[in-house]
């Protein structure tokens, strides 16, 4: 077997949050396969289903564009070097330009190839290039994602946290433009975001979304935990099935204690929605961004950086 390196046993420690010789372990019996072995390391117990502690975030800001009527949202990231250049009026004003300038992309390629909003003899890339060199920092934009409503009555919304370091884009949808425009049916909306937000660990709006392969993989993880190795079958069957609920719902929106109110979930607020604007009416989806999830800074010249992307030696 290959020799586990000790960049991936720091990978998994950053993932998982556990000790070293424990990453190292699980790296050795899953063969250096990095998603089993956070799998093999919940068997054991030794790390949580939602640990995502430690990684190493690059700098930039997380922002978002709602055309007014609410019927297409824009959440957008844009990376810089430093947090120094991310509280920069110039970037500011660049991430809010990209992100209106996104609802109209199909992905970053595209966008990149637009005429600037601000300046259509330049295009959003030769523009970037342009603050590049002004601001002396490589500027990426990471990702962005757009929701467009189409031919569906409802709206789409967002939040931004923490000063653009989370960002939430939520849509809801209704029977009718009359519901749609209710501000109950609005205010929803904004507080689906803002729960989107506090919850780190929600991936789905309900449980039937969760993809079936999800629940299996949970399933298999519980059924191999030590601490029912010597438990009778149907006991342990019970005890897994009550476990997979519980987690199942700790992934999804609808099943969390609303953030306002405790004493009631999110599915009980929709209903209360419901109630009052006298129709059906759903949280459909939702994305969030964490500003940097998932990369890690990485020492470097950033004159060298700035002269690549200029197209300079």
Known sequence: ???????????????????????????KETEGDIEQAIDWLRKKGIASAGKKSDRIAAEGLVDTYILPGGKVGVLIEVNCQTDFVARNDAFKALVKNLAQQAATADNVESLLGQPYIEDASVTVDEFIKQTIASLGENIQVRRFIN?????KSGVVDSYI???????VLVELNSKSEAAASDEEFQNLARNAAMQVAACPNVEYVSVDQIPAEVVQREKDIESGKEDLANKPENIKEKIVQGRIEKRLKEMTLVDQPYIRDQSISV?????????????DIEVSRFVRYVLGEGIEKQESNFAEEVAAQMGGK
Do not use: N
């Open 1 to 27: 077997m290959a020799e586990i390196s000790a960049k991936l046993v720091q990978e998994l420690r950053q993932k998982t949050g556990a000790g070293m010789m424990d990453c190292k372990k699980a790296l």
């Open 147 to 151: 929701f467009a409503l189409a031919d």
């Open 161 to 167: 946290h923490t000063g653009g370091r989370v960002g």
């Open 267 to 279: 599915e009980d607020l929709v209903k209360q929605v419901k109630a009052k604007v006298g129709e």
